[in-house]
Every structure is written in C-alpha cells, then in structure tokens.
C-alpha cells in the first residue's frame, strides 16, 4: 500500500558529508513526531529514493530540510506535480521547483535583532482551519516573493514583540506551499493544526481522514494513548491534591469527553479543527491540575542566552519565573573563550558594550523575585563564539586540542596549564564580583573519546607519569598505556572540578557548586573524562544535573532510576528534562516531572528557557506540578 503522505529526509547531505547533515536529520525526525502526533500515518522516503521514482503515487510530499536536491530529484518532482501531486517545502527550495509554486526566491536574511522572526502570524482566511499563529524563534529566513496571481501570503513573521515584519513567511499555491525557514521544534501544539490545516487545503478529498486522525491525536496526553488511559490517570491524582483545585479537574474533564463525543455532529472542516481544539484544551486543563504539587522543591531553568528570553528584558523573566513557581535559573554567561560580563580574564562579547553586564542584569533581576541565580559556564568549548584573534593566539601557543588524527578540535585542551588557568580563574571572577547563589559547570568533559592528543599532551603525560610512549597516540588508545593515560586524562577535568570548588568556597561561603553531566555514567568516565559519581563521593559538587533529555518515558525511568542509585543521597539530584531538545510538549514535560519526584529526584532543572518554554510550558505546570511555593 502506497503510503498517502511522504515525508523526504534530505539523505544527498548526507552523503556528502555536509555540515547540514545533522540538521537535515534533526528537521526530519521533527516532522515525522509531529505527524505521527497529529495522528497521521505517512511513509519515510529518502532524496535518493525520490530521484528513482518514490513519489509516484503519494498525494502529499513534505520536504523539511533538503539542501542539497539534485537536478535528477529536482525533475522528478516537477513530474510528481505536473501529475496531480502537491508538495510542502521548507527552507531550501530550488528556483525550478519555486516556480511551479508561484514564488521566487529573491534572497537570505539573517534576523537583525533577537527575536524579530519569533512567530510566524498566519491567515485563517487563506488557509481554513489555520491557527492564529505558530511559535518559531527562527534565526534567518529566505525571502519568498509570490509571482504567480494564484499564490498566496499565507502567514508574514512577527517579532517577539508582536510587530509585523512585512516578510512573507509562508505562502501557498495550487501545487504546494513554501516556508522561508524550517519547522522549529517551538509550539508543536499550533504546528499540528498548522500540517494537518495545509494538507486540508492542498488535497481536500484527504479531509474526513485528516480530522479522524488529528481527533485521536488530539486525545493523547503524556505518554497516554486514548481519552479513557488519560481519564484514569487524572482520576487517580485527585485524592493527592486540594479539594477545590480536584473538583475542577473534574468538571473540566466532563466538560472535555462532552466535547469529544460531539465532534462528528460538526460539518465544516475549520469548525471541525476548532472543536477538536476545544476539546483538547479541556482535557489538558484537567490533566494539569490533577498533578501533585511539592513544597520547597528545586525548580529550575537551564537559560542559554545570556540576554535571557528574546525580546524580554531579565526583569520580565525572571518576574515571569517567579509567577510560575520556578526558583532558579542558570543562565549562560561565559564560555572557553567569551564572557557576557565585563571580564578580565576572557574576551567580552561586544553586545556587552550595547547592552550592558548580563551578570548583573540577571543578578539584580533575581534579587527582586527572590530567584537563585547560578552563573553557567561552557568549559573548555570555544563554540564557535571566540574572537579569531583570540582563537589565533591559543593555536600558535598549542593550546587547542587535537583528535587522535592530528585534527584541530575548538575546544581548548585541559592539560595546558595556561587553559587550566583561563578556566579556573574565569568561574572564579564570577565568584568574587558577583553574590552569586552559585556556580555551574557544564561541558565539563572532553567533547568525544577521540580527544584529545595533542603533542603537549603527550609530553605532559611523560613528564607526570615517567612513561615513554613509542607510538603516540595508539600506545595510550589501545596499548599497554591505555589504562594509565585514562586515569591521568579523566584527572584533567577532576581538577579544575576540585580546584573551583576549593577556591570558591573560601571566596564567598555557602556558595553551591553544581555541573550539568551526562546522563550515561559510567560510559562518560571513561570516553569523555567526567567522572561525576567520584566528584559528589569527594564532595566537590554540592549537587548534579544530569541531562536526561529524551521523549521515551521509559528510558527517562531507567536514567532517573539509576542516577539516583549513583548519587545515594550524597547530594541532592535535579534532574535535567529538555524541553527544547529532544522538544518535549507541556504534558510530556509534566509527566517526567512527576516520575522524576516518584523515583527520588530532590528536583529538577528544564532545558532550555526560551519564549516557547515560558509561553507555553511555564504557565500549564503551574495548574498544577507547581502549584504551591
């Protein structure tokens, strides 16, 4: 059976190699969940498999994120919607396939402010059944000019702000529809509607099935499959939470399978995904309030931006934080090469000088809320983000790392004394100008086992061990050396761990000290260097944050399970749930919560506080899961 709809990964990047590899996977794998949470079934097709035909038959072709189509794949899909097929295209569309989609694409534009493409506003008067808008948060969009009188502006970016950019953000056309950028992992919920209205639009006969399967989708909560399982659940949290909040769950639950069992009285197929809509925003409602609350629980966010949420001053969030039961957060003000903070120790990023000390912005912003702040630290990984002055200097004195093929990593390398220094004396600059709640390590590790191997590597291990390695680097990999240089190499992180913890205690005590670590202990001792279970045993770290960022509910129990055998009580353990990645919805992130704390999570940190996060999780786990101070 021919599936109806195809999604096609963008493989010839692949193949290739390309740098946009990662993503033309990642972009992928975020439509396929998307779909399949709609309630749609669809097939999986590669751009090779296109290029031999694979199109022929199908309805719909969706293409997340294919950068590199052929001129083979190009004809191929001219012929698939010369005969009848339409197409969904993101991002990267050749100017051949634009054509047959009314539209040229007349140019690249990076955002000029943050945030300026945070939404995609849509018109539910071109497309029926569209929703109002869709979360984005993108970075650069193509510019999409339509050139054919039957091509429509369907959606225009907005900024966080909410002010209209003027740039189309999506149009459509008989044969298809164009989006400047890709699908973002942002509001998933608005997404779905937004897939299932299109495919509605460009393939109307697809209708009736389209709102059977975005009905049972709509129906699904955490990890529950039907109205009934999610039903049961909510009916077995009222007896743990206050009696007014449980009485309200359960009108809202009534209110919800009324809802549900009208939905075939209603016609229109807009109406239709309204009523769909509806109903699911009684039944998340129930489902939120239902979850117990904890008293004097850690609740964190991991904030990647050191300007905090775009388009929001710190004050805003961290006010918005605070509102929402949260604690604490850990923004990332300093990397292995950059500081978002007037340092002396790093290079200072120059929208330090546009927008003044992130550090103290943050920090008074928190002391306002009665907020923990925790500066967070990218060790050793430049990321990209360096000044090439400064990256130019730290290679012509060897102090980046090198693979065990002789290739540069970006990452500075633990064992030079004067990275060990950078390092440790960047987090504690932090610790002596700022009354900080606490420090955060994170990249606290090697970046893979490969690494690294550098010659000052090899010398220092001679010098500090008296071992003479013939063959540099296989005889420390797999020889007889193996065994010493991995107790040495793992020794490079331990130390800055145990040094920062030291100085900064005596700096300002009753300061916490805390890393984000990897969730697969003990594989990341011994192929990245991080020994987390020996630095809460020494008590170097006050406590640890393991970053269990999965959508599988059953491998979260296993992480969490485990982690806390690990930790045994020697330190309280804040289990990181990502949010933003793998991108979890508000009930997928409420269901690890609460399995988290039933397991013996002492609390828990998010990844990542961003517009899409505070929007639109924040304020559904207050319902409830933080209901109580």
Not at 477 to 504: H, K, M, N
Request: net charge negative; proline share 5%; charged share 30%.
């Amino acid at each position: 059976v021919r599936d109806e709809i195809l999604i096609v990964r963008g493989n010839l990047s692949i193949l290739k190699g390309s740098p946009e590899a990662e993503s033309v996977r990642r972009y992928a794998e975020l439509m396929a969940k998307l779909l399949r949470e709609a309630g749609l079934e669809f097939g999986v097709v590669e751009d090779t498999d296109v290029e031999d035909g694979a199109l022929r038959g199908c309805r719909i072709a969706i293409f997340p994120y294919n950068p590199d189509i052929s001129e083979r794949e190009a004809e191929e899909i001219e012929r698939f919607i010369r005969d009848g097929g339409k197409v969904i295209i993101f991002y990267s569309i050749p100017p051949r396939i634009a054509r047959l989609l009314g539209v040229e694409i007349t140019g690249w534009m990076r955002q000029e402010y943050e945030g300026q493409f945070a939404s995609a506003k849509l018109r539910t008067t071109v497309v029926e059944g569209f929703p109002l808008s869709i979360g984005q948060g993108s970075w650069n969009v193509r510019l999409i000019e339509p050139v054919d009188p039957e091509a429509e502006v369907a959606g225009e970016w907005i900024d966080s702000k909410g002010e209209e950019t003027g740039i189309p953000a999506i149009t459509v056309h008989p044969n298809g529809a164009v989006m400047g950028h890709v699908l973002t992992a942002a509001d998933p919920e608005d997404k779905k509607r937004m897939l299932i209205a299109l495919i509605g639009k460009l393939v109307p006969e697809m209708r009736p099935e389209l709102l059977r399967a975005y009905a049972s989708g709509a129906a699904k909560l955490g990890w529950f499959e039907t109205i009934e399982e999610v039903a049961g659940f909510i009916e077995s949290n009222l007896k743990e939470i206050p009696a007014e909040r449980a009485e309200r769950a359960r009108r809202r639950l009534e209110e919800a399978r009324a809802a549900f069992g009208r939905l075939d009285e209603i016609k229109g197929f807009g109406e239709a995904i309204e009523a769909i809509d509806e109903a699911r925003a009684l039944l998340e409602e129930a489902f939120f309030l239902s979850f117990p609350s904890r008293k004097g629980e850690f609740r964190a966010v991991w904030c990647h931006s050191a300007f905090g949420v775009p388009g929001w001053s710190w004050d805003e969030a961290i006010k918005h934080l605070a509102e929402n039961g949260f604690n604490a957060i850990f923004p990332n003000m300093l990397w292995g090469g950059l500081a978002y903070y007037p340092s002396e120790v790093l290079p200072v990023a120059e929208e330090v000088g546009e927008r003044g000390d992130q550090v103290k912005e943050c920090l008074e912003a928190c002391r306002r809320y009665g907020v923990q702040i925790h500066v967070w630290k990218v060790n050793w990984n430049l990321g990209g983000r360096a000044p090439e002055s400064f990256v130019e200097k730290l290679r012509s004195e060897g102090r980046l790392q090198r693979d065990r093929f002789g290739n540069e990593v970006g990452w500075l390398c633990p064992s030079h004394p004067e990275n060990f220094k950078l390092e440790l004396e960047s987090m504690l600059e932090i610790v002596r100008g700022y009354p900080v709640d606490g420090i955060h390590f994170d990249y606290i590790r090697y970046p893979h086992a490969n690494a690294c191997y550098c010659e000052g590597c090899r010398k220092r291990f001679e010098e500090e061990t008296g071992a003479k390695v013939e063959r540099w680097p296989e005889d420390v990999i797999e020889g007889d050396l193996a065994e010493r240089f991995a107790e040495w190499r793992r020794e490079r992180i331990t130390r800055l761990v145990r040094e920062v913890s030291r100085r900064a205690r005596e700096i300002r005590p009753g300061i916490k000290i805390s890393a984000a670590v990897f969730r697969n202990y003990p594989t990341c001792r011994e192929r990245v260097g991080q020994d987390w279970k020996l630095w809460i045993e020494k008590g170097y770290l006050d406590f640890v944050c393991p970053m269990d960022y999965t959508n599988d509910i059953r491998v979260f129990e296993d992480l969490v399970r485990r982690q806390v055998e690990i930790v045994g009580g020697k330190a309280p353990l804040y289990v990181g749930i990502g949010a933003s990645a793998p991108g979890l919805r508000a009930d997928q992130v409420a269901m690890q919560i609460h399995l988290a704390r039933k397991l013996g999570a002492d609390g828990f940190i998010i990844f990542n506080y961003d517009l899409h996060v505070a929007e639109e999780i924040l304020p559904k786990l207050r319902l409830g899961l933080t209901a109580e101070e």
